[in-house]
């Protein structure tokens, strides 16, 4: 088993503040491929942004490294391109990419590797994004999305990081 731990983006968070982790709302969705299921996600709210865990089948995704981000519609009902999920979250109009001036998306997470053979887990914090709360809720009227593309972000290109296509996705919604 092979697992991926960024913290990155947690140096993003603002000051810390003390909540009982009980009080944290959770979310487990299955991760959905162009053949069914491929894997798991856990979403964990927390009052600095929403820690993801991702949890895919060792065979179920291509070997090598791969783009994550939240889109922007809670609908993965069109399997296998997932065009229903609309475009990276993005509801402060920032440049997409940590590399990119003006950049990042709230959707923008980093890369991680599917190592053939293994089964993956990555869990990435996001700060920029919460439940219901802030500027990006992820569970807004029309729900997000987490996605998997089919190769790596750059970090930089407009709008999406020429990052490939859409291989895995996991609606997001209130519901």
């Known amino acids: ?3 991926i731990a960024i913290a990155a983006f947690a140096l993003l968070a603002g000051p810390a503040l003390a909540q009982d982790a009980a009080t944290f709302q959770g979310y487990t969705q299955s991760l959905q491929g162009a053949e069914g299921e491929v894997g798991q996600i ?4 927390t009052p600095q942004g929403v820690l993801v865990h991702v949890v895919i089948e060792e065979g ?3 070997p090598g490294v791969h783009a994550l981000h939240f889109h922007e519609t809670g609908d993965c009902s069109d ?4 065009q229903a999920a609309g475009g990276h979250y993005n509801p402060t109009g920032a440049a997409h990419g940590i590399l990119a001036e003006g950049g990042m998306h709230a959707g923008d997470m980093p890369n991680f590797t599917v190592v053939e053979g293994q089964r993956t887990n990555l869990d990435v914090f996001n700060t920029r994004v919460r439940f219901v709360e802030g500027d990006a809720p992820l569970m807004d009227a029309d729900g997000s999305a987490l996605m998997i593309h089919s190769g790596a972000d750059d970090y930089r290109s407009q709008p999406s990081g020429d990052a490939g296509s859409r291989v895995a ?3 997001i ?3």
């Open 169 to 171: 996705c996991a609606p």
């Open 1 to 3: 088993m092979r697992t």
């Open 173 to 175: 919604t209130s519901n």
């Open 60 to 62: 179920a995704l291509q």
């Open 79 to 82: 399997a296998p391109d997932f």
């Open 42 to 45: 856990e979403l964990t709210d």
